[in-house]
C-alpha cells in the first residue's frame, strides 16, 4: 500500500485566486476581445463577471500592468499596452551610448522578401518545412551613423502581404507596425549574444572594415499563449555605443 504522506507530480498545484484571474484576462487578450489601445472594463465591473472581490481583480491587473500588457491612466481607466506607448515603444533596444547622451535612431528598410527560411529560423517558429517567411532587412543608424544591421523573420500566414513599399512608408516603430496592422504584439522576448567578425557585407553597410568585431544578437520574440511570431538577427557596432541589459 502506497504511503499516504507520498507526494506525486500528479498532485494539483495551488494557484492563488488573483492568479486564475490574471489567467483569464490574457485569455481574453489572446482571443481579441480587448486589442491594443482598448479600455478593458473597470474593476468592478471585472469582479462580477468573474465572481470574485474587487481586490483580487486588481492584484492581476496590477501583475499585467507590471509586465506592460496593461497600462493604467489616472482618472481613465486601464487599456491594453501598445508599442506606440511612449514608456515601451523601445524597450526591446538595449543600446546605450557611452558617454551617457541621447541619440537618434533612424530605421531604413534594405530588402523585403517572402523565401523559405532557413531550417534553425523554421524551427524556432514553429512552421512546417513548405512554409514560408517574410525575410526582411533594415539598417538602424544612429545620429545618422549606421549602427546594427537586423535581418527580421516572421511567419508568412500571419504576415501575408508585408512588401517593401508598405514598410518604407511607415513611420512609427516595426513593433507598433505589427501591432497596428496584424494585431501582433511581442509581450515578450529571449536573447542569445555572442562576439563575432563582420561579414564583408555587414561590413560594407556598417561603414567598417571586414575583421571589425561587432555582438551579434539573436531575438525570439513571443505573442500571446507564449506563440513565436519572430526570430531576429542584430549585427551591432559597439565602438561607441554599448548593450545594456538591467536584470531585476
Known sequence: MPNSNTHTDSSPVFSPL???????????????????GDLIPPEVELAKRYNVSQGTVRKAVDELAAENLLVRRQGRGTFVATHQESKIRFRFLSMKADDGTDFKTRSTILDVKHTTPPEAVRAHLELNKKDAAVQISRLLSFDNTPAVVEEIWLPSQIFADVTLDKLTNYKGTLYGWFE??????????????????????????????AVEPLLFVERLSYTYADKPVEVRHGWYLTAAHHYQNELI
Open 18 to 36: 488573483y492568479q486564475q484571474i490574471k489567467s483569464l484576462l490574457l485569455q481574453s487578450l489572446e482571443k481579441g476581445e480587448w486589442n491594443a
Open 180 to 209: 497596428a496592422e496584424y494585431n501582433v504584439r511581442m509581450i515578450r522576448a529571449v536573447e542569445n549574444l555572442r562576439a563575432v567578425v563582420a561579414t564583408p557585407q555587414v561590413a560594407q553597410l556598417l561603414e567598417v572594415s
